[in-house]
């Protein structure tokens, strides 16, 4: 009986396995399927996925762990548990909301342990005590400590929190930290007596204890109408930080570049239109917006400082490009509304190096991209039954790349049920838990077996793309898998 089911599952996915009219290098699936609101996805370099979803209640942080291919409520509490972040390492931070206090935890993997990292009073610190983390398992935030916003961190080496700004007439605002315990952040003063308004940005070395103040800009008070505390500059791993700020010139944003290694300041922008929203990786290299009168997403090489137009919205088919993120592979991913009548919502899209391609999967809302260093991307689906959804998109690994995490086979822990993933919406279907569990403990048990889904992981993600958007294949794929599922569901 084992070989006939074999056989017949050999011989049907096979003649799947060879579409012609295959496009997107990303293999994409549904990592959430529930009625409630999934939002705030973030993901580490091992594909797994931490998000903020609402179980009815209030928000819990639940993960998608690559490896074992499954979905698992992190929190369960009365409280609101909010902005998780995932490093490389599996830690994860977030923010507890009980709505009287606000905490800051971590979750540090290695330890299998939660610790408790700062707990500050709601009223003083609305908004505030959002974690940043790097691999180290470091965190930095900023905290009103009574009148002024001052900036923290928390050394997970030693388990010691350090002020690192005590201004009573200052705020400092949204801290980035990166995996050489480097960090900067954005600082505001507004001097009634001078009648002056000063901005900064200021990095900071942790092991020396060395504070710079990179760039500095001095207004007249009230010169700018905007809210300081959403300006946010990034740190990369050699020290460069990026961020966007008024022209005094032209009174529009541009782009402003410390590089560490020449130590000096580049506006890496002049124009009339605003470029706002940078994202940088540890290559130094660099994405922003360019807000005009179609918006497009600009890339800046480090190395030869030079910029490109990655988007070109104009002369393609999709509108303003934002949520622009990069990754240390040189993948950029973004949102943007794709070009037609009918349909104006937000769709998530990946450059490659050399072109652009569309990773969506329905004509809903998609947005919130967030990317890995490898380029694999994660994002959030306003799905028809008015809730939010988790999607994600890898790109399948080459088999003995050297790197230990093959695509499929039970090796390298790759997902590898993609055409009864495609076909039933979510590997959490039950059909496709049955699927993988014969696969597992069948098929991988002898040497024609594990040929076999070596072969299925080299075609099998064309197979699932080609039928993802096909709902009448799909209709015809889950009835032939339907005597197959009966035949094995009580046996694995």
């Not at 935030?141 to 916003?149: I, P």
């Not at 922003?288 to 890339?299: G, S, T, V």
């Not at 064309?462 to 039928?467: N, T």
Request: one cysteine or more.
């Amino acid at each position: 009986m084992k070989k006939l089911i074999s056989a017949i599952m050999l011989g049907f996915l096979i003649i799947l396995a060879f579409p012609q009219n295959y496009t997107s290098p990303y293999t994409v699936i549904r990592v959430t399927d529930n009625e409630y609101a999934d939002k705030e996805p973030q993901i580490n370099d091992s594909n797994d996925v931490v998000w903020q979803g609402d179980d009815g209640n209030d928000f819990e942080i639940y993960m998608y762990e690559w490896l074992i291919d499954w979905v698992w409520q992190f929190t369960d509490n009365s409280s609101d548990d909010k902005h998780p972040k995932i490093n490389n390492n599996g830690d994860i931070a977030w923010q507890q909301d009980d709505g009287t206090d606000m905490t800051i935890l971590l979750y540090e993997k290695a330890e299998d342990t939660i610790w408790e990292i700062v707990t500050s009073d709601r009223d003083n610190s609305w908004n505030t005590l959002v974690p940043f983390m790097n691999n180290n398992g470091d965190i930095v935030w900023h905290e009103n400590t009574g009148n002024r916003y001052n900036i923290f961190f928390y050394d997970n080496s030693t388990g010691n929190i350090l002020q690192l700004t005590s201004d009573v007439a200052v705020d400092n605002y949204n801290p980035k930290i990166n995996d050489n315990r480097e960090i900067a952040w954005f600082r505001y003063f507004s001097d009634a007596e001078t009648g002056r308004d000063r901005y900064s940005i200021v990095y900071y070395d942790t092991t020396l204890g060395y504070a710079q103040y990179i760039w500095t800009l001095e207004t007249i008070i009230g010169a700018f109408a905007m809210n300081v505390e959403r300006h946010e500059p990034q740190i990369c791993n050699n020290g460069s930080v990026i961020w966007n700020f008024y022209d005094l010139g032209l009174l529009d944003h541009e782009i402003f570049y410390f590089d560490r290694q020449a130590g000096e300041v580049l506006q890496l922008t002049d124009n009339s239109d605003y470029d706002v929203g940078p994202d940088i990786n540890s290559n130094g290299d660099a994405v922003w917006r360019l807000q005009a009168e179609y918006n497009d997403i600009i890339l800046y090489t480090h190395s030869t400082g030079e910029t490109l137009n990655i988007s070109d919205a104009e002369n393609h088919a999709y509108w303003g490009p934002t949520m622009c993120r990069i990754s240390d592979s040189g993948h950029v991913t973004f949102q943007a509304v794709e070009a037609r009548i009918v349909n104006w919502n937000n769709e998530v899209y990946v450059w490659d190096g050399s072109e652009v391609t569309n990773i969506s999967q329905s004509d809903n809302n998609e947005y919130y991209p967030m990317i890995n260093g490898l380029g694999n991307v994660v994002w959030t689906v306003d799905t028809d039954t008015e809730d939010d959804e988790i999607y994600l998109a890898y790109l399948p690994e080459e088999e003995g790349d050297g790197d230990g995490d093959e695509n499929g086979n039970g090796e390298g822990g790759f997902p590898d049920c993609f055409i009864a993933t495609a076909c039933y919406g979510t590997p959490m279907a039950e059909e496709v838990k049955i699927l993988r569990n014969f696969r597992d403990q069948h098929l991988m048990t002898d040497p024609v077996g594990k040929a076999f889904v070596r072969v299925y992981n080299k075609y099998g993600p064309k197979a699932a793309d080609f039928i993802r958007d096909n709902e009448p294949l799909k209709k015809i794929i889950r009835l032939c898998l339907k005597p197959i599922i009966w035949l094995i569901r009580d046996r694995y």
